[in-house]
């Protein structure tokens, strides 16, 4: 590490124009000042321009029989702030970051400045990026890219599901909103709920499959067991559906539902502040419906246009008829004599044909054989239209995915094989006191899919560019980490959990007997009972204080 920062000063020094550069100088650089500036004092050399500049810039201090360069001391302050040679860098930089607590840039410098006078922010930059500690402490930004869209062009391919916390706003015992969005349409269908047990979330979801019907894929945020729970109860229910879990975690295909989230938090709040209602459970209906008929940026359409092939329709209000008349309509006649009424024609051929779109079926059981014929014409004409709205959502999204991947690209250059790489871990995967990455070294890249290999072992899961971060230095090298554990095989969670820290979470017993014995878990570790163990019940394995 030492080695690598004086090679990084070294690149810094060559860089400088200036040859008086009073932050970094060689230990003969510093003799000479020393040197100069006692001859000067003593009145041995002339006191030119540049020397009066010596004066002004430099003192000596003897301490310990050893001769310091320092800054000189003003009346007014009384802390001496000594030079150091760029051999010397290192071990002040280095000694400052070990009493910080590995603290970062801000911290160091205000220790610096106190003692020192000529130790600059990149050489302390340069110092953190080679610290392996600072690198899996290091917080990562969020990204907000993906490098791998998923892209789907059949209807009910894929479905996603997330869960909104309203437990802070409990009304009639629901507490939770159950977000249930199809991935071609954008269509959300919301569903309050009074817990989030998959039996429940199970039985809402039969609700939409007998609708809408079934998709291939169902996909959550929550984790693959919530996920499998979910589909175990619906084939309990219903037999003959078959439906797989999608990956978890995987923020390409969940972005889309968080952000459906936030629209539904916002129009729920705007419902209830205008209603002056907390009654959240009856507004998700009229939620919903805003939701679906307002358009989707990434289709470039609204999700019920998508879905149904026409826009939603609101009643009269919806197929033209100016508001001033709608309020003088009352029955089926007065419409028939609006359409009569010349005065209105301009709005008549708007009018039938949304009237067609929307369909009477009172009509279609006495139709005739003319008009049977008519309508089937009708019906395939919506089908067609539903068909072409759904192939334009789907070149709406395929020109989104190529904007993401153009702005990716020109973001995350490819990796190398054999950079070192941050790779987060999330926070239930991590324990109290463990760092927030875990560093890596890449073996092998397909498909833009980069395999990675830990000091503890290869992580089974592939990670696209967005979701690790490369490091400037290379912490771990390739050969060595292949040769000890090339056919070892672990999961992100077991290598983070080969730590100091140990692995995640804490244990918890859940005992209704006292905790008396060793069956209880956590006396059986000896540990003492936690609050989040068993509550106010009585325990005989908690500490007095």
């Known amino acids: 590490m030492e080695n690598k920062f004086k090679a990084a000063i070294d690149k810094i020094v060559s860089s ?258 205008d209603n002056k209602s907390k009654d959240w459970q009856m507004a998700l209906k009229f939620v919903q419906f805003q939701k679906n008929r307002a358009l989707n940026s990434g289709i470039g359409r609204s999700p019920y246009e998508a879905m149904f092939g026409c826009t939603a329709r609101t009643g009269l209000a919806s197929v033209g008829i100016p508001y001033d008349e709608i309020e003088k309509l009352k029955s089926e006649e007065d419409i028939e004599e609006l359409f009569n009424n010349s005065n209105h024609s301009d709005h008549i051929n708007a009018v039938e044909d949304d009237l067609v779109s929307v369909g009477d079926l009172e009509n279609e059981v006495n139709l005739e054989t003319e008009n049977d014929l008519r309508n089937t014409k009708d019906i395939d004409k919506r089908i067609e239209k539903i068909k072409d709205q759904r192939q334009k959502s789907v070149i709406c999204l395929e020109k989104q995915a190529s904007k993401m991947l153009r702005l990716t690209n020109e973001k995350f250059s490819k990796l190398d094989v054999g950079t070192t790489v941050r790779v987060p871990i999330p926070d239930v995967d991590r324990a109290r006191g463990s760092p927030r990455n875990l560093l890596a070294v890449i073996i092998s890249c397909e498909n833009d899919m980069y395999k990675l290999c830990t000091e503890y072992g290869v992580l089974k899961h592939k990670y696209t560019r967005a979701q690790i971060s490369p490091c400037k230095e290379k912490f771990l090298e390739l050969d060595e980490a292949m040769k000890k554990i090339k056919d070892r095989e672990i999961t992100l969670r077991e290598a983070a959990g080969h730590g100091i820290a140990g692995h995640q979470g804490f244990n918890r017993c859940n005992c209704k007997t006292g905790c008396g014995t060793k069956k209880c878990a956590c006396n059986a570790a000896e540990m003492l009972c936690s609050s989040k163990c068993h509550g106010n019940q009585n325990c005989h394995n908690k500490s007095l204080l």
């Open 16 to 273: 400088k124009k200036r040859g008086d550069n009073i932050f970094y100088f060689s230990f003969e650089e510093y003799n000479n000042k020393i040197q100069k500036i006692k001859e000067l004092k003593i009145g041995t050399l002339k006191k030119t321009v540049t020397n009066k500049r010596l004066i002004r810039k430099y003192d000596v201090v003897s301490i310990g029989g050893k001769e310091k360069l320092i800054k000189p001391i003003v009346d007014n302050e009384s802390d001496v702030l000594y030079y150091v040679t760029v051999d010397e860098l290192f071990e002040v930089i280095h000694a400052a970051h070990l009493s910080v607590g590995h603290g970062g840039r801000n911290r160091m410098m205000a220790v610096l400045k106190t003692k020192y006078c000529n130790v600059t922010t990149e050489a302390v930059m340069a110092y953190l990026g080679l610290c392996s500690n600072c690198q899996v402490k290091q917080s990562n930004p969020k990204r907000g890219l993906v490098t791998k869209p998923i892209l789907h062009s059949a209807f009910n391919s894929r479905a996603q599901i997330d869960l909104i916390d309203m437990q802070s706003q409990n009304y009639n015992n629901y507490r939770y909103i159950m977000n249930y969005q199809v991935h071609l349409t954008k269509f959300v269908i919301l569903k309050p709920l009074k817990t989030k047990r998959a039996e429940e979330i199970a039985l809402n979801l039969i609700d939409i499959y007998t609708i809408f019907g079934a998709p291939a894929i169902l996909h959550s945020d929550n984790g693959r067991e919530f996920v499998n729970s979910i589909i175990t109860n619906l084939n309990e229910m219903w037999g003959d559906i078959k439906i797989v879990h999608g990956k978890p975690r995987h923020s390409q295909t969940q972005g889309s539902i968080e952000r459906a989230n936030r629209d539904v938090e916002e129009i729920l709040a705007s419902w209830m502040t």
